[in-house]
């Protein structure tokens, strides 16, 4: 099971840090990436870290502004998200899988419930 927090309004600008805490043994050996879904849009990738190698991947619309992480110890996925534009307003999910292309959301087994971000311009 995985439950994302940290959601909220924001204005243009701002930050904020979402959090994924996953429960189930083997958290390190799942791809652990966080993708968005704005209203009336398809679910985006947002980024992601790759399990069997270490890499981490981002979507190109939030390059240099968004930071993945995670702390296997206490099973958690985070995305720290900074100067917040009013297109990054979505309902963003965290999604654990074990393989597949790490950017489609069909290669994932495991969803969180999802919590929304709101940037006000």
């Known amino acids: 099971q995985l439950v994302e927090s940290g959601g909220g309004l924001v204005q243009a600008g701002g930050s904020l840090r979402l959090s994924c805490t996953a429960s189930?043994?083997?958290?390190?050996?799942?791809?652990m990436s966080w993708f968005r879904q704005a209203s009336g849009k398809e679910r985006q990738f947002v980024a992601g870290m790759d399990w069997t190698n270490g890499n981490i991947y981002y979507g190109d619309s939030v390059k240099g502004r968004f930071t993945v992480s995670r702390d296997n110890r206490k099973n958690t996925l985070y995305l720290q998200m900074f100067f917040l534009e009013p297109e990054d307003t979505a309902a963003y999910f965290c999604a654990g899988g074990r393989s597949g292309d790490i950017r489609n959301a069909a290669s994932y087994i495991h969803w969180g419930q999802g919590t929304r971000v709101t940037v006000s311009s």
């Open positions: 189930g043994p083997a958290f390190n050996t799942y791809t």
